[in-house]
């Protein structure tokens, strides 16, 4: 097919102010993802917008599998609160309110 650039699970991408760091999520526009490398800003790297990911959560808070979960980009957590945050997936497991850390898949969608 002429037409096909990539799968779509990871993209190519641009780091953005301050680069990114290997496993951690960022909110690149409205596009949620973990970098699966380090770079520096301006430089092209592999960004994952799907899988399962332990990544940090807020506090006080108790998950349950298959919540849906938003990324707080002001607090760089993970958490059940829509309002001002952008969904990105679901909890792949339970998580208690004093977890830091949170297991979610991700969806892949803005």
Same mark, same amino acid.
């Given at each position: 097919?002429?037409?096909?650039?990539?799968?779509?699970?990871?993209?190519?991408?641009?780091?953005?102010? &301050?680069?990114?760091?290997?496993?951690?999520?960022?909110? %690149?526009?409205?596009?949620?993802?973990?970098? %699966?490398?380090?770079?520096?800003?301006?430089?092209?790297?592999?960004?994952? %917008?799907?899988? /399962?990911?332990?990544?940090?959560?807020?506090? &006080?808070? !108790?998950?349950?599998?298959?919540?849906?979960?938003?990324?707080?980009?002001?607090?760089?957590?993970?958490?059940?609160?829509?309002? &001002?945050?952008?969904?990105?997936?679901? !909890? !792949?497991?339970?998580?208690?309110?004093?977890?830091?850390?949170?297991?979610?898949?991700?969806?892949? /969608?803005?």
């Amino acid at each position: 097919m002429k037409n096909f650039v990539q799968h779509g699970d990871t993209l190519d991408m641009t780091a953005p102010s &301050g680069g990114v760091i290997s496993g951690t999520g960022y909110l %690149i526009g409205a596009l949620f993802g973990v970098a %699966i490398v380090s770079a520096a800003a301006g430089e092209k790297f592999a960004f994952r %917008i799907v899988g /399962v990911y332990t990544l940090p959560k807020a506090t &006080g808070e !108790a998950w349950t599998e298959g919540a849906i979960v938003y990324w707080d980009n002001t607090n760089k957590k993970l958490t059940t609160t829509s309002s &001002g945050n952008t969904k990105v997936g679901t !909890a !792949a497991s339970a998580a208690a309110s004093g977890d830091t850390t949170g297991v979610a898949r991700l969806n892949g /969608v803005a």
